[in-house]
């Protein structure tokens, strides 16, 4: 019994971890206007989706709220086969049926770079949204508020989080999250309203 405690324990912990990144530097009811969803890419070395590129790309596009709306797939070559931006592209139209705005940055190796060659993509919309596992989505949004504080404003929840999906791997997914997050100080992860009255004297 002990253990099926320990175990509820540390999938809800998990659960509440994956839960408070995907809502941490975005700006929640950010209706209306354009909207551009970023897709970023991971480890892709052949010419089809793996399995986590296929969840972000699901996950991307169940991201998609507005009528004037671009999806945006980020990621360049890792092996011999083409870039990852335009494996999760293909996956995308060809599985999903997606039929949609898409724009392709096919340049980027890391996610600082993901986040650097997709600004230019960025600069006209009203909404802006980063779809990965919650801790990447994270690291990214605080690399795009180190570079472009104002495209950064704009920020919105992506759909990456949903209560019960990749259950018994979210544990894992923490983990690595709090590994991949560390570098990060308190001020990059505050929020807009804590940064503010920070500075009030």
Do not use: C
């Amino acid at each position: 019994m002990r253990a099926v405690w320990v175990l509820a324990g540390i999938l809800a912990w998990s659960e509440w971890l994956n839960r408070r990144w995907s809502r941490t530097l975005v700006t929640p009811g950010r209706d209306g206007g354009s909207e551009a969803v970023v897709v970023l890419g991971y480890r892709n070395r052949g010419p089809t989706a793996n399995a986590v590129n296929r969840w972000r790309v699901r996950a991307g596009l169940r991201s998609l709220t507005g009528d004037d709306t671009r999806v945006i797939f980020s990621g360049g070559t890792t092996g011999d086969g083409p870039a990852e931006a335009q494996v999760m592209a293909d996956y995308a139209r060809s599985v999903l049926g997606y039929d949609g705005r898409v724009l392709l940055e096919d340049r980027s190796r890391t996610t600082w770079e993901n986040v650097t060659n997709v600004i230019p993509l960025l600069e006209d919309v009203d909404r802006v949204k980063i779809a990965s596992q919650p801790a990447h989505a994270l690291k990214a949004r605080a690399y795009l508020r180190r570079r472009r504080p104002d495209l950064a404003a704009k920020l919105a929840p992506a759909d990456d989080y949903r209560a019960g999906e990749w259950l018994l791997v979210k544990p894992l997914l923490a983990l690595y999250g709090l590994w991949t997050l560390r570098r990060l100080k308190p001020a990059e992860r505050a929020p807009w309203h804590r940064l503010r009255s920070a500075r009030v004297p």
